[in-house]
Structure formats: C-alpha cells, structure tokens
C-alpha cells in the first residue's frame, strides 16, 4: 500500500547548489519522515516532523510540511558528493501501527 | 555500540530451496520489521512484529515466514514457494511506537541460482 509519492524520481545537481524533493501523500498522518539509502546500504533516518509542525531544521536539511495539501519538501543546501543517495519519504498514518515508504528519489550530485 | 545486524550480507539460494535471514538487534527495540525492496524501488512490507511471540502479515507475506521467540531476534525465512524471491532485504526496528524513527540494518542480498 503506497502512501507517499516523492517528485522527482531522479535529480542530478551541481554539488554546491541546493536540492529539493517532494512528497505527496493521501491521508491524514501523525508524522512524517525522511530517510536516505546510500547504494546497497540500509537506510538512515534522517529528520521526523510531526503533523502540527511546518518546518525543521537539522544541519543542511530543512523539511517542511503542508498537512492541508498533504505534502512535504526536503531541501538539502550546499551539496557535497556525500549527499549522492536515495531519499525516502514514510509517513506515519493514523489509525496504523507502522510507517509507510515512498519509493524514493535518486539524488546524484555532480563534481 | 547499540544497533542492529543483519547476516549474511549475500545469500545464493538454489531453486526448490528454503533459506532464513538473520536480524537481530541490542537496542531493546520492541517492534521489529521485514522489508523487501527491488532494483530502483520503495521498501515493501513483508512482515512486522511489535512484541515477543507474535507478528502480522505486511503487504507481501506471501511465500515468507517470520518467527519471534526473542525480544532481540526477527529471523525471516524465503520459501520455496516465494516463486521470485530474488531481492535486497532490510530488517528494521523501532521502539514500539510510530513517533520513531526506524533504524535499520544493511541489508542481506538474495540471489537465486
């Protein structure tokens, strides 16, 4: 069952510059979740936001999040070669006792 | 150091033949997770578990079978009846409630042969 959708599916940058993805979903939520997946590693939890908040920060990331479109952004500022990974949103939806994932969005950052 | 393992990293299973994936972890988590993800794909639920002695079926059960005797231990084993069983799987823990995040192991890769 998917719940959220990330956009794009793929982004190639300069490193320096910023990168943003997004996250659609289709409940109501508690909280929502951002979670990186260097190539065939497991994945990291990197940020949670919860449903009455609309914005985080921690180091380079920003996550916000608009419950009344249901989406979320996760906006990484000053990339370096490290950031290359995929990212993963997962969104905790009420009423469930678990999280569920995105398929992702394959960042490539470009010396 | 608190985490958790998953072994082996690679696995080759013959085709007819049952095989288990270990997990195990030491973060006194209480629920613990199996997923399975294809090449260029999101994380599919296989199995979950929040406490000792019993476990739920995920999206994609079918073909797996999961056990929980211990607190630390999620083993999951691919049987032969899972006809495409060729992928990388995660086990996950958290610590029981959805107001965590999951940390997750590095994954073991099965290929069949």
């Known amino acids: 069952s998917q719940q959220g959708e990330e956009d794009p599916q793929a982004l190639s940058i300069q490193e320096g510059e910023n990168a943003t993805m997004n996250c659609s979903y289709k409940?109501?939520?508690?909280?929502l979740q951002w979670y990186r997946q260097n190539s065939g590693r497991g994945l990291v939890h990197l940020i949670l936001i919860r449903s009455n908040e609309r914005e985080k920060h921690s180091g380079r990331l920003r996550v916000t999040l608009d419950t009344s479109k249901k989406s979320s952004s996760l906006l990484i500022t000053a990339s370096r070669a490290a950031d290359t990974a995929s990212y993963f949103c997962a969104t905790d939806p009420n009423r469930d006792d678990k999280i569920i994932f995105g398929k992702g969005t394959r960042l490539h950052i470009l010396p | 150091d608190g985490g958790i393992t998953q072994s082996p990293k690679y696995l080759f299973r013959k085709e007819g033949q049952n095989v288990t994936l270990s997990c195990e972890q030491n973060?006194?988590?209480?629920?613990m997770y199996w997923y399975r993800q294809d090449p260029g794909q999101g994380l599919r639920l296989i199995y979950y578990?929040?406490?000792?002695?019993?476990?739920q079926k995920g999206d994609i059960a079918e073909g797996y079978s999961v056990s929980r005797e211990k607190k630390e231990s999620f083993p999951l084993t691919v049987t032969s009846a899972q006809k495409n069983p060729t992928a990388f799987y995660l086990c996950a823990s958290s610590m029981g409630t959805t107001f965590y995040g999951y940390t997750f192991g590095s994954g073991t890769r099965l290929t069949v042969v």
């Open positions: 409940t109501s939520i508690n909280n």
């Open positions: 973060l006194n988590h209480d629920a």
């Open positions: 578990s929040q406490i000792v002695n019993d476990f």
